[in-house]
């Protein structure tokens, strides 16, 4: 029996055909399920597939977009824009809604290296980004996620972790001016962009409207689209091309004189994070993370037999069980000689040692921390389209060095009983700014999910990481509640109350920005009444 | 093999979107980073590979039905196999097998589409891709003074293949090809005629049986003349008589070459001496079925398990074909052998090159979608600031210098075989 | 006092103030914003209290405006444009509530001075990132809730910066913390498990903190913030790069951005570098022929592992940059050691405060760019000022990169004497034309404050709408600093 699902108003239908022509918009079952389908859908819903869309639009321009918008909000049609769409934020849904798929917004529209700003497109990837910027002697954020991320919703619609923070910044800190379609189908430009100043800043006049547009979490879609952002860069001191060798998948990267990669090993989880924090004081790092053992292995490695020999046969996993990925970077020899040095002390200050990297290992890094191609196979090959983060935390150093303690002691039960990889402790900590404002940690658990048991015992480990993070008062739910776990309830029921009741003002924002309720809410909120 | 045997494949695609650019890593400009022609050029998910790869699963699990839609979305595709190798650049998938399969049960469950069934039809009344009568297979050979091996026997056969033998067009380099061999003492016959199909492109449209059966057919052919080496200078024959005949468990037991890999033979023993100038910029075009479709086959049967409570690894350890191993460098080796050639890259090469839009059925069935990949490529390769755009394959060279005749673009198209007879 | 006021219930008495003098001297400030008495002045000790304050106001539908720095004040965001108006004045409210040298990092009340600041700081090895010499009654939090810009674009990497979390009592009396001072748990409760108020985004998917910033009290009162600190350097050095035009000076000034290179950096005309290094008036006249016309003033701070590397490398990569650009930085210009400027900019100017030292006023135009388009907003100013009869050499020029160099503060000052109406009112009439002219070509005046706010949101119609969305939700009976902005 083929699934029967809701289908458009043939009006409703007919009015985004009006925007976009026909060859933009379509209903056919197959190509709709490519919107509802994504990696982390099992964990939400026990399926791969979410709910059927009743049709999908690619509008090419900040016009269409908005006259979509307009069509969603005059026939009350939940609707929810994606970039790449490589999220479940961007693409589950528990009920019919128009996904709006931004492919065909594409376009760099200026990188201006002077005052290190992109305007950009939504479906600009953070891999373009980089490309197109190194020629130029600039570089963008890179996302956690990798380069097929886009470069918008990294920095305006779900987080904002990455490789670079430490000096590019938390993404969620980057948009200047935004271009904004707001739920209701007006357009709101941010800062300078408002008074046709320019694209060089997103605050005010007066109170900054970013403050709306996210949080530390983006609102996932749930309060309207961004078509244009202006970008904040920052400086690449590397060639404009990077040299490669090699074939798939071990691409040999050359890492360029301008950067040194150091990979190091500590004896103790104490020592790795004050290793972090001096290092963040000395402002010397381009990438600085603790990563888990086994994501090394597995960024470094061409297969998971690889894979699994080098985690059996070698000390890898024990001698890299509190391992920094360190990357410097350099506008001249004699800075990068400065920098190397201050790292190297502090190295051997908290009784670091350098763990001498292969090729395949120096690139592994390099990669990453370039533009987050490591990302996909260090944690989704490995147990294949799974990955669970939790539990998760923004602040002190000192503050993540606690919930890495404590997630870690989960997840170890967890393995034990063979619900999830035994991969040692592979919590990924990153500080932001020079650990200015915080670091983030987050742990990668990889496990069988397409198995029922498995996935439940998954829930149980989330469940249990979030509730201990709240009730030791470390920090709210995953990411701030954009990662809703409960189809019924919003995160925010529960964390609001333990937050000064910030879900009231949230849905207040929600209510007055989006009167019809039509900017699709799942991953943000939805007021009471 | 079915389309069920590709559940974890189609079940394991995370979104990631990495099977529609080349790996970001050795991408150079943002203009020519995207690989996949059927989603540069209709833009919804589904046209990508991990969509076909989603839509398998959807048929699968009974979600969806055919359609026309449906079926435009799975062959308005050129099965070149870029999504594949990008995919495995960080997974370890097979989507291009998965791709294959949902054809092949389109073809079973009697899906079919107009154009390839006036295609097959023809295929199995003439023996030929082309709608032409068999009988006049050999005529491009006319006076060629080469041996018909259906009477006479030598140490190597060429084989046309059916764009080639029908193409009048392009007789001049399958022409230019014997003659270089003959030239060079090669002791070389064709069976004219009486040559077959490949049975290559109908694989490729989901009809399997048709492989089957002239991989059957010519390696019996190949047998009964006695040759040792049968050389081609089409890409897609090449492609099917290496890897796909291996596939399906037929391996000659000829060597099988493409011409350029004879030809660089030749060059490097000194039996074939490349003299003249030929100043030319010119940039070089893989074409899919010499370069990544053309890496041999990997026979492989095991099993996948989980270990350490979350790592699959497969037993026995499997060897994933990711493209890297198809014919580059001795067209490469060849044209910067030619005295006076300056040659520029594009940027998709190799593994990754653009596809010329040809394949797949789908300059059969959607030529006008043929002809916009066809033109893009020609405008990566104006980017050089070449000259002239060189490939290896009849299907890539037809359809390329369609797209020129079409836009007036003043870039000229040769196969290798040309420049090296210009160099001789 | 009047016994109708009813807030003699709600806050001590002897913290309420309505003699004519008080009244008289929170009516107006040094800005053209038209006077207007208060009702009274109140001057709340505590959180407690404020909350208390703005529940009544509330209830008694009493506009109220906040205020933390002392007189002198320029910008008039501090006077009511309303009658009837409560001032809540919070400058005594003066607690360093927690110095957290681990994590950089501060928590200060509104009524903490720089001066103040300092000190305390240093007591852990720590300094506050500081505007360009901000006068002596200058409250920290008022400056970074302007959004002030600070010397040092190196360490700017967000408009919002220093600025972290705050606490604040919103307009409809609610007490709201934002980023990670949210919760869950108390401060003290957040402190024992290591957590520190660093992290300025949030709670969860909005970030109220930058719609407070910026909105000169409309949306509520602050009543602490965290402030991000820097390390107090070990050693420092200082250059001037001298340039007979400010155009040579832009693309030395981007590459220095550009490599991150050093602290504090800026660029100043002869006359304000003259008014900020004389201690009267009678020197600036001399002081500025003596000058080059234009500086760079870039510092290099040595801390960490091995300062004095860290400053002599710095140093080397200067004078590599500069000579790119055929400039030398030199350590002193004018007889002035460019090490003495430095130790100036770490604390609050002297008196008089620098900017009235020539004439005893002073009025600032300012707004925000790109570096690159501040040569020719230079000369429209100069055009437009000697169009007005006011000479030109007699206007500061102040360019601070901001964001690391993404945008440029673009900041003008002009000197007259208050007792002089002919020069105020020229100094007025400047600001009127000359900043709808700079905004036409493209200044954003980010922060406006009286007749700049038209030429701000005239062009951006739902600008105005969406403002007044989020001023609806934390000041539904328009009680806070009503008139101001868009309100």
């Not at chain 1, 600009?124 to 886009?150: D, P, Q």
């Not at chain 1, 430009?189 to 997103?202: N, V």
């Not at chain 3, 200060?108 to 500081?130: N, Q, R, Y």
């Not at chain 3, 001298?242 to 005309?269: H, M, Q, S």
Request: proline share 6%; with cysteine.
């Amino acid at each position: 029996m083929i699934l029967q699902t809701e289908t458009l108003d043939p009006e409703v239908y007919r009015a985004l055909e009006d925007v976009v022509g026909p060859e933009n918009i379509t209903d056919e079952p197959a190509i709709l399920d490519g919107y509802c389908f994504v990696w982390g859908n099992l964990m939400i819903c026990d399926d791969e597939f979410g709910t059927r869309p009743p049709a999908v639009v690619l509008p090419g321009s900040t016009a269409e977009v908005q006259a979509i918008v307009k069509v969603c909000n005059k026939y009350g049609l939940k609707f929810r824009a994606h970039s790449t769409g490589f999220s479940p934020n961007a693409i589950y849904a528990p009920e019919p809604i128009l996904p709006i798929d931004l492919r065909r917004m594409n376009r760099i529209i200026d990188i201006d290296e002077k005052n290190m700003i992109a305007i950009v497109e939504p479906y600009v990837s953070i891999g373009e980004l980089v490309i197109e910027g190194m020629r130029k002697g600039v570089r963008c954020h890179v996302i956690g996620a990798g380069c097929s991320a886009g470069v918008i919703p990294s920095c305006t619609s779900l987080g904002g972790t990455g490789t670079t923070n430490v000096s590019t910044g938390y993404a969620g800190r980057l948009p200047l001016a935004v271009e904004w379609v707001l739920p209701n189908g007006e357009i709101l430009r941010l800062g300078s962009l408002g008074t046709g100043a320019g694209w060089f800043t997103g605050d005010g006049p007066g109170p900054s409207l970013r403050g709306v547009m996210r949080g530390f979490g983006g609102a996932c879609g749930g309060m309207g689209i961004f078509t244009k952002v202006g970008v904040k860069l920052s400086p690449w001191y590397g060639p404009p091309e990077i040299e490669v060798t090699g074939q798939s998948p071990s691409y040999l990267t050359k890492v360029p004189e301008s950067i040194k990669v150091i990979t190091a090993s500590f004896g103790s989880r104490d020592d790795i994070f004050e290793a972090m924090r001096e290092l963040c004081e000395e402002g010397v790092s381009y990438a600085l993370s603790r990563r888990g053992p086994f994501t090394m292995i597995a960024a470094m490695t061409k297969s998971n037999e690889e894979t699994y020999d080098m985690v059996q046969a070698t000390n890898f996993m024990e001698e890299n069980a509190h391992a920094l990925n360190l990357l410097l970077d350099a506008s001249s020899p004699r800075e990068m000689k400065y920098r190397e040095k201050v790292a190297l002390s502090i190295i051997e200050k908290y009784n670091g040692t350098i763990f001498p990297e292969t090729p395949e290992g120096e690139s592994a890094r390099f990669v990453h921390a370039w533009m987050g191609a490591g990302s996909i196979k260090g944690v989704f090959r490995a147990s294949g389209a799974s990955g669970v983060g939790a539990p998760t935390a923004e602040e002190s150093l000192d503050l993540v060095k606690r919930v890495n303690e404590l997630g870690y002691g989960i997840k170890e039960r967890y393995a034990k009983e063979g619900s999830c990889l035994d991969d040692a402790d592979p919590t990924w900590v990153t500080p932001f700014e020079h650990g200015a404002t915080g670091a983030h940690c987050e742990m990668a658990i990889r496990s069988d999910v397409m198995q029922p048991s498995i996935r439940q015992a998954m829930r149980e480990l989330i469940t249990e990481c979030e509730d201990k993070v709240v009730e030791k008062k470390f920090a709210l739910h995953l990411y701030e509640g954009c990662m809703r776990t409960d189809p019924n309830k919003e995160t925010h029921d529960t964390a609001g109350p333990e937050c000064l009741n910030y879900h009231v003002w949230l849905r207040k924002l929600k209510k007055a920005f989006d009167p019809n309720l039509v900017a699709d809410a799942y991953f943000y909120t939805m007021p009471e009444d | 093999m079915s389309l069920k045997d590709y559940e974890l494949d189609m079940r394991g695609c995370t979104r990631c979107s990495y099977c529609k650019v080349i790996p970001h890593v050795i991408t150079k400009h943002k203009e020519f980073s995207t690989v996949c022609p059927s989603i540069a050029k209709y833009n919804f998910h589904g046209y990508s590979g991990g969509g076909k790869l989603i839509a398998g699963l959807a048929l699968l699990r009974g979600r969806i039905d055919y359609s026309d839609k449906f079926l435009d979305m799975i062959y308005q595709c050129q099965m070149c196999g870029a999504c594949d190798v990008s995919c495995k650049n960080v997974r370890d998938m097979e989507p291009y097998e998965v791709l294959l399969e949902l054809r092949t049960k389109c073809v079973e469950d009697g899906q079919l589409v107009p154009a390839h069934m006036l295609v097959i039809d023809g295929l199995k009344k003439e023996d030929n891709m082309m709608l032409e009568k068999k009988a006049g297979r050999g005529n491009w050979a006319e006076g060629l003074n080469v041996k018909d091996l259906t009477k006479d026997k030598a140490e190597v056969l060429f084989h046309a293949g059916c764009r080639y033998s029908f193409d009048e067009g392009l007789w001049p380099v399958a022409r230019t090809a014997v003659k270089l061999l003959q030239r060079a003492g090669v002791d070389i016959g064709i069976m004219g005629s009486q040559e077959t199909c490949c049975g290559g492109r109908a694989y490729e449209m989901g009809y399997q049986g048709e492989l089957t059966k002239y991989a059957d057919h010519n390696t019996d052919n190949w047998k009964a003349a006695g040759v040792k080496t049968v050389v081609t200078a089409c890409a897609d024959c090449y492609q099917a008589f290496k890897v796909l005949y291996d596939k399906i468990g037929k391996k000659p037991e000829v060597e099988i070459l493409h011409i350029t890999e004879y030809l660089d033979r030749l060059i490097r023993a000194g039996t074939m001496k490349l003299t003249k100038e030929v100043p030319m910029a010119v940039t070089y075009h893989d074409p899919c079925h010499l370069g990544r479709l053309a890496e041999p086959w990997i026979n492989w049967n095991g099993t996948r398990r989980y270990t350490m409570g979350g790592l699959y690894i497969w037993e026995p350890p499997r060897e994933f074909r990711r493209g890297a191993n198809g014919v580059y460098d001795p067209p490469r080796d060849i044209i910067k052998s030619i005295p006076g050639i300056k040659f520029v890259e594009m940027d998709r090469i190799k593994e990754y090159a653009w596809c010329c839009g040809a394949g797949g059925g789908v300059i059969e069935a959607y030529p006008e979608f043929a002809a916009w990949a066809a033109a893009e490529r020609i405008k990566e390769a104006k980017a050089t600031g070449a000259e002239a755009l060189v490939t290896a394959c009849p299907w890539c060279a037809r359809n390329f210098k369609d797209a020129v005749a079409e836009t007036g673009d003043k870039i000229k198209i040769y196969d290798i075989t040309e420049l090296v007879e210009q160099a001789i | 006092m009047d016994d109708n006021y009813g807030l003699i219930e709600v806050v001590d008495a002897k913290n309420i103030f309505d003699d004519p003098e008080t009244l008289q001297q929170y009516s107006k400030d040094m800005s053209f914003v038209p006077p207007v008495r208060p009702r009274c002045v109140v001057k709340p000790q505590s959180t407690e209290e404020v909350q208390r304050i703005v529940k009544w106001a509330n209830d008694t539908l009493t506009p109220l405006v906040p205020t933390s720095s002392g007189i002198p004040r320029f910008r008039g965001d501090t006077i009511p444009s309303v009658g009837g108006t409560v001032i809540v004045d919070i400058s005594q409210m003066k607690k360093i509530i927690r110095v957290d040298r681990r994590n950089r990092v501060a928590m200060i009340e509104p009524g903490v001075t720089f001066g103040e600041l300092s000190p305390a700081l240093e007591k852990e090895d720590l300094a506050p990132f500081m505007p360009l010499l901000p006068r002596r009654s200058k409250s920290v939090v008022a400056s970074y809730l302007e959004r002030e810009p600070i010397t040092t674009p190196s360490h700017h990497w967000d408009s919002q910066d220093p600025l972290l979390c705050l606490e604040l009592i919103l307009g409809t009396g609610d007490l709201f913390r934002t980023g990670s001072a949210t919760g869950p748990g108390t401060i003290e409760e957040q402190w024992a498990v290591g957590r520190a108020q660093i992290r300025p985004m949030g709670p969860s998917q909005m970030d109220p903190a930058r719609y407070i910033q910026g909105s000169q009290g409309t949306m509520g009162i602050v009543t602490w913030i965290t402030l991000k600190c820097k390390i107090l350097p070990k050693i420092k050095k200082a250059f001037f790069v001298p340039a007979g035009d400010v155009e040579n000076l832009i693309d030395c000034t981007y590459k220095i951005l550009w490599k991150r290179l050093g602290d504090e950096c800026f660029i100043l005309n002869a006359y304000n570098l003259a008014c900020i290094l004389a201690e009267n008036g009678d020197n600036i006249k001399t002081l500025i022929n003596e000058l080059p016309p234009w500086v760079l003033f870039w510092s290099t701070e040595g801390t960490g592992l091995f300062p004095e590397e860290k400053v002599e490398y710095q140093e080397a990569e200067l004078r590599d940059v500069a000579q790119s650009f055929g400039l030398e930085p030199v350590p002193s210009v004018g007889g002035t050691a460019a090490v003495d400027v430095s130790d100036l900019l770490l604390r609050p100017s002297k008196e008089p405060y620098w900017k009235l030292r020539l004439k005893g006023g002073c009025h600032d135009i300012f707004f925000m760019t790109t570096l690159n388009k501040t040569p020719e907003f230079v000369k429209k100013v100069r055009e437009l000022a000697e169009s007005h009869g006011y000479l030109s050499r007699d206007i500061g020029v102040y360019l601070q990169p901001t964001v690391q160099g993404t945008n440029c503060h673009c900041e003008f000052s002009l000197s007259y004497d208050p007792q002089s109406l002919e020069e105020v009112t020229k100094v007025k009439e400047i600001d009127t034309a000359g900043s709808r002219v700079l905004a036409n070509s493209g200044g954003f005046f980010s922060r406006p404050y009286g007749p700049w706010v038209d030429i701000a949101y005239g062009p951006s119609a739902y600008t105005v709408i969406a403002q007044r969305k989020v001023k609806d939700i934390y000041d539904p009976n328009g009680i806070m600093n009503p008139g101001k902005l868009c309100f």
